[in-house]
Nanobody, 125 residues
Framework: QVQLVESGGGLVQAGGSLRLSCAAS???????????MGWFRQAPGKEREFVAI???????AYADSVKGRFTISRDSAKKTVYLEMNSLKPEDTAVYYC????????????????WGQGTQVTVSS
């Protein structure tokens, strides 16, 4: 099993930055490396949407809405994935969820094997 715990959310002014962290546990280091890791978000009254994913040796993909502003990265030694968010906009306000899957396609389709509990990000105008 894999347990995911997000942190780093909070209140930030438009144009500011935040870095979210997702710490994984419950697997060995080698097993952890088998997982694709990603981030999703859900705003009030809206569907949960894909934000970013990383897999293999560092391949990444982003939603068009965050491309050029957000960066996903991974520290395998710490079993932690990060989401650096820059130039934040009020429409980025949402609960952000970390997710893991053995197959990247499962993350891309919004059906990961494991979800974190979520962390709130609020961007004021």
């Amino acid at each position: 099993q894999v347990q995911l715990v997000e942190s780093g959310g909070g209140l930030v002014q438009a144009g500011g930055s935040l870095r979210l962290s997702c710490a994984a546990s419950g697997r060995t280091f080698s097993t952890y490396l088998m997982y694709a890791m990603g981030w999703f978000r859900q705003a009030p009254g809206k569907e949960r949407e894909f934000v970013a994913i990383t897999w293999s040796g560092g391949t990444t993909a982003y939603a068009d809405s965050v491309k050029g502003r957000f960066t996903i990265s991974r520290d395998s030694a710490k079993k932690t994935v990060y989401l650096e968010m820059n130039s934040l906009k009020p429409e980025d306000t949402a609960v952000y969820y970390c997710a893991a899957a053995l197959a990247p396609i499962r993350l891309q389709n919004g059906v990961p094997d494991y979800w974190g509990q979520g962390t709130q990000v609020t961007v004021s105008s």
